[in-house]
């Protein structure tokens, strides 16, 4: 979790004091929460695993939409779909986090990227063609 978090989550809710710092903070906080979430375990040896898992996820689905919210509206590029913190088992954000530290995914950006290209080209369009039609 923690090396997810480090490659991908960490300089995009770096916020000292700001309005991202009680998000961060509980992020950071609650990693080993999050972790112990995905341990496979039978339901007879913890029986509240299910509302604990629920809790965590729900919890990790609201702060780090709020991270990436902040990062949509600073035009700060996300280089992994944050949200697979949640979803993905360990073994997964383990090999992204690698990839991150050994600069793979130096030139991959989040598909937000290109979709925030192709709608500023289009409100330029929309702004030029009226000029040119007339």
């Not at 710092?21 to 080993?32: Q, R, V």
């Not at 496979?40 to 780090?64: G, Q, S």
Request: with cysteine.
């Amino acid at each position: 979790m923690w090396g997810f978090y480090a490659a991908y989550v960490e300089d995009v809710a770096d916020d000292d004091g700001g309005p991202l710092y009680d998000t961060k903070t509980n992020i950071e906080g609650c990693l080993m929460d999050l972790a112990a979430s995905k341990i496979e375990v039978d339901d007879k040896f913890a029986p509240k695993i299910r509302t604990f898992r629920h809790r965590v996820m729900k919890d990790y689905d609201e702060w780090l939409t709020v991270v990436k919210d902040a990062a949509f509206r600073a035009g700060t590029p996300l280089k992994a779909e944050l949200l697979d913190m949640v979803g993905d088992n360990a073994e997964k954000l383990e090999h992204a986090a690698e990839a991150e530290s050994l600069g793979f995914n130096a030139s991959r950006l989040h598909p937000d990227i290109y979709m925030n290209e192709l709608l500023v080209g289009m409100r330029i369009i929309h702004q030029v063609l009226p000029a040119i039609l007339t």
